[in-house]
């Protein structure tokens, strides 16, 4: 575990011995914490030498849940097109994500080398994040998740990442973000321009096997 300014953060290297040529931000979901992705490390495929970072959000009260803490990168009212958004606390958090970037960059990475991963609450945040972000990233991949605040993004989307390469999977079995509205969000995404490579599988709000292979093949691809 290494404590950035900023968040705790788990690191992994998949070559330990070779300078890593591209970092991948990986956001958790909602109520788990960095080691519930940290297996990704290990699972994809990539020929590359890569340096896997996956933070922990702080811990909050979430609305969808009665109030209970626990951890969470902003508040969630629902699930259901319509529900409430929380743009501030998505805002708050997006400067969490984006001071990681920096220290990334500092340490001597470029921000097209950097790629943002995420599940879930994750990948909300992730593509947020990312959409928004004023300098040229390498990509984003959005598991089980959907865009927010979509309607405003048009205006505030980053200049420099419009043709930023976006990974999206999901599950048609998912009772959690239901497919429709990942489905939605991928529509939403390539009506502003955005490259998207969707992908459905037959699971619940999980990852599979089959999306761990096509997940290493597109970053492979793209690095």
């Not at 788990?10 to 991948?24: G, N, S, V």
């Not at 933070?55 to 097109?81: E, K, N, Q, T």
């Not at 960059?105 to 921000?111: A, E, L, N, T, V």
């Amino acid at each position: 575990m290494r404590h950035t300014e900023y968040l705790p953060c788990i690191e992994i290297e998949t070559e330990p011995d070779t300078p890593a040529q591209f970092h991948i931000i990986t956001l958790h979901g909602l109520g788990a914490d960095g080691r519930n992705l940290a297996s990704l490390a290990r699972d994809l495929a990539v020929k590359q030498p890569i340096r896997w970072l996956f933070p922990d959000a702080p811990i909050r009260p979430v609305s969808l849940h009665g109030g209970v803490s626990m951890r969470a990168w902003y508040d969630i009212h629902g699930l259901d097109f319509g529900s409430p958004e929380d743009e501030t606390g998505l805002r708050v958090a997006v400067q969490s994500i984006e001071r990681l970037i920096q220290c990334e960059q500092d340490r001597g990475i470029s921000s097209e080398r950097i790629l943002l991963c995420g599940f879930s609450q994750g990948g909300a945040l992730a593509l947020y994040t990312g959409l928004r972000y004023a300098r040229r990233l390498g990509g984003i991949l959005a598991l089980s998740t959907y865009l927010p605040v979509a309607k405003q993004l048009a205006a505030e989307a980053g200049a420099a990442n419009r043709s930023l390469p976006i990974f999206m999977a999901h599950g048609d079995q998912d009772t959690v973000v239901s497919l429709e509205m990942g489905e939605w969000s991928r529509d939403r995404l390539q009506a502003l321009g955005y490259a998207v490579d969707f992908h459905r599988y037959p699971m619940a709000h999980s990852i599979c096997a089959q999306e761990l292979s096509d997940m290493g093949a597109w970053i492979q691809q793209l690095i």
